[in-house]
């Protein structure tokens, strides 16, 4: 079965401060990861996916087989990364299902 | 281009009624997902449409359904309503429906009196 953590439903941080959001999966095969963020008063929408290796407005994640991880990471957080964040994987093979996690908010103070 | 539209915004019905929710995806993209979101559960697959073609299915009983038109427009219905069935209710399309990039709608919400 696919199963997708985030073990942090709240998590504060200050403005310039590193921020590390969660997430653990649990899949026999091999996963396709994503990072959806939804900010207030917005709809859902893609950050980042393992595969593109991007850096989305500073924020980077690893995939970690191993671990069976792929943490979300901003060395310097702003205000406005305040938002509800949620982990998702889609099985490979064509199939557009996705599994998220439970989400965590992200508070950015000043 | 539009992004994905979702019709009606909002719904309130009660026990027992059916219900019907539109999604119109990005122009020329053919998958089409369902979500349903709620505070307990969080946001969970309900089914995905690809060419006219239910190709997944989520864990949700039989009074959830849906179809898509050969417009890539989908609709889902859900019959005999229950209190529990109040929540959001997310649309998501994507160009070829392999691993691609979802779009989501801005939702659904429905209220079950």
């Known amino acids: 079965a696919q199963r997708v953590t985030q073990p942090e439903k709240l998590l504060s941080v200050f403005k310039g401060a590193p921020v590390e959001l969660k997430c653990n999966y649990s899949?026999?095969?091999?996963?396709?990861l994503f990072w959806y963020v939804q900010y207030s008063r917005q709809r859902l929408q893609l950050l980042l996916r393992?595969?593109s290796r991007e850096s989305i407005k500073g924020f980077t994640a690893d995939l970690n087989k191993g671990e069976t991880s792929f943490h979300l990471k901003k060395p310097f957080a702003q205000e406005e990364d305040s938002a509800m964040y949620y982990c998702?994987?889609?099985?490979?093979?064509?199939?557009?299902?996705?599994?998220f996690g439970k989400g965590t908010k992200l508070t950015v103070n000043p | 281009k539009a992004g994905v539209t979702q019709t009606p915004r909002y719904l309130i019905k009660t026990r027992g009624q059916q219900v019907t929710l539109s999604c119109s995806p990005i122009?020329?993209?053919?998958?089409v997902s369902w979500y349903q979101q709620t505070p307990g559960q969080g946001l969970q697959f309900l089914f995905e449409?690809?060419?006219?073609?239910?190709?997944n299915k989520g864990n949700f009983p039989g009074r959830f359904s849906g179809r898509q038109f050969s417009n890539s427009r989908s609709e889902m219905n859900v019959s005999t309503l229950e209190l529990g069935d109040s929540a959001l209710y997310l649309c998501?399309?994507?160009?070829?429906?392999?691993?691609?990039?979802?779009?989501f709608g801005p939702g659904t919400r429905l209220t079950v009196l």
């Open positions: 998501a399309s994507s160009p070829s429906g392999s691993g691609d990039t979802q779009y």
């Open positions: 899949y026999s095969g091999s996963p396709e």
């Open positions: 393992h595969i």
């Open positions: 998702a994987l889609s099985a490979q093979g064509g199939s557009e299902k996705l599994v």
């Open positions: 122009s020329g993209h053919r998958s």
């Open positions: 449409y690809f060419s006219e073609t239910q190709r």
